[in-house]
């Protein structure tokens, strides 16, 4: 069977993925960084409300995947806690300033992590050289890499994930992200030959307040996952002969 992974950045999202198809959440916290880490109560109503797989982004702040040695201690407290909530993994990304996978920081992740699984995530799309990085990851245990080919979008980097997932074999999941729509997702499986596909599938909401003030200058948006694209991909998934 094919996978959807989805994005989850509100408790509303999380119950919405999973009455829409999804496999698995990855549940962050500040969409405009890019995805943080959740807080402890939002990753543990999470788990009360879907069944699906859940999990959590490690990543203490924005920005780079550089991080010091208290943001990795940061990395680590956050990961034990995610086991103890009885998540099924985390999404980790850890790189070195020459552009390589922190792969001593990386294996220490993965060993504290188990039982559950580790994903690495597009910190990869920012590797020198994406063929010597995945068979780092590999060898530090991680499942799957989140990674859209080294471009902006999966369907521009779709040469490169088909060399990723060739490349790969049975080893490892490569998982195409950013920018799978329901209008692409089945070019985008025919061309990489992936297995498991990662959708932000989030629509804009407005605020409900009745009174805002003006002087704040602010438009008060949320992000929400979209419960038709997720239904539809699911099902485009699943027609898949």
Known sequence: MFKLEVIAFSITSCHIAAIAG????????????????????????ARSKAAIELFPIIRPRGGDFLYSNDEFEVMKNDISICKSLGCDGVVIGLLLPNGTVNKQRTEELVALAYPMQVTFHR??????????????????????????????????GSDLLTK??????????????????????????SITGAKEFHSSARRLLSSAMHYKNPLMNENLQSYELDSDQVHTMRQLLDGIQ
């Open 22 to 45: 999804a496999n698995r959440i990855e549940l962050c916290d500040n969409p405009y960084e890019g995805g943080t880490t959740p807080s402890y109560g939002m990753i543990k109503a």
């Open 123 to 156: 910190a990869f799309d920012r590797v020198e050289n994406p063929y010597e990085s995945l068979e780092v990851i590999i060898d530090c245990g991680c499942k799957r890499i989140l990674t859209s080919g080294l471009q902006p979008t999966a369907i521009e």
């Open 164 to 189: 990723l997932v060739q490349q790969a074999g049975n080893r490892i999941s490569i998982m195409p992200g950013s920018g799978i729509r329901p209008d692409n997702i089945l070019s985008i499986q």
